[in-house]
């Protein structure tokens, strides 16, 4: 099935320090979320972005809706251990209704 | 509920036996969707109810898979004559669905292991 492309597909990262990750598409989003999961558990819902240039905090996490509605980022800083997991975007559209998802970016913080 | 809730947690069955998975969406939530995740892997787009309307089967990947959804609340995910290919965990999502898009909140999941 379709997947977005998400990158980078995993990163070690020291902690303290800040993470950026990615996704793009080829087709246009009316919405863009961003998930972490965890082993053995279900995505959870971290952000949600409407409109195309919106940008939304929650806590140390920022993400951006691209302005062509094809790409969105995701920003965590000063990251802790507990950041540890896989991080996926999903991009939504109301033509279709299906949530389409990222291939996902691993993290792995150094404590 | 305050969540959507899977079960089984975990099911592991004989190669060419039937599978149930069930999902409860959470209370007032219309859409309902499965995903399917392989180990390792991205979620891969199963199927979508919304309300009354006929579901969007498009991402099942054969016709040993079903789901319904009753009374437009519990969904059952039903594998016949599972394969070792079968092999994932498989996601439930509801939302409240508008028409720019909206939140979708998963359970916890159901691991099927096919031996």
């Known amino acids: 099935g379709q997947q977005l492309n998400q990158s980078p597909q995993s990163m070690f990262i020291q902690e303290g320090e800040d993470v950026s990750m990615n996704c793009t598409s080829s087709s246009i989003f009316n919405t863009w979320l961003w998930y972490k999961q965890d082993p053995g558990e279900g995505p959870v819902l971290l952000i949600a972005l409407y409109k195309a240039g919106e940008l939304t905090s929650n806590g140390r996490l920022t993400a951006q809706f691209g302005i062509t509605r094809k790409d969105s980022f995701l920003n965590i800083s000063a990251s802790i251990p507990s950041d540890v997991g896989i991080y996926f975007c999903a991009g939504f559209t109301s033509g279709t209704y299906k949530y389409i998802f990222g291939t996902g970016t691993r993290l792995k913080v150094l404590a | 509920g305050a969540g959507v809730s899977q079960s089984p947690s975990n099911k592991v069955t004989e190669k060419g036996k039937d599978v149930e998975l069930r999902c409860d969406p959470i209370s007032g939530h219309t859409a309902l969707y499965w995903y399917r995740q392989s180990l390792g892997q991205g979620l891969e787009f199963l199927i979508y109810?919304?309300?009354?309307?006929?579901?969007?089967k498009s991402g099942l990947p054969s016709d040993r898979f079903s789901a319904e959804r009753t009374g437009g609340s519990v969904s059952t995910l039903t594998i016949q004559r599972t394969q070792q290919e079968d092999s994932a965990v498989y996601l439930c999502?509801?939302?409240?669905?508008?028409?720019?898009?909206?939140?979708?909140?998963f359970g916890q999941g159901t691991r099927l292991t096919v031996v």
């Open positions: 999502a509801s939302s409240k669905r508008t028409g720019t898009g909206t939140e979708a909140f």
């Open positions: 109810f919304q309300g009354n309307s006929a579901p969007d």
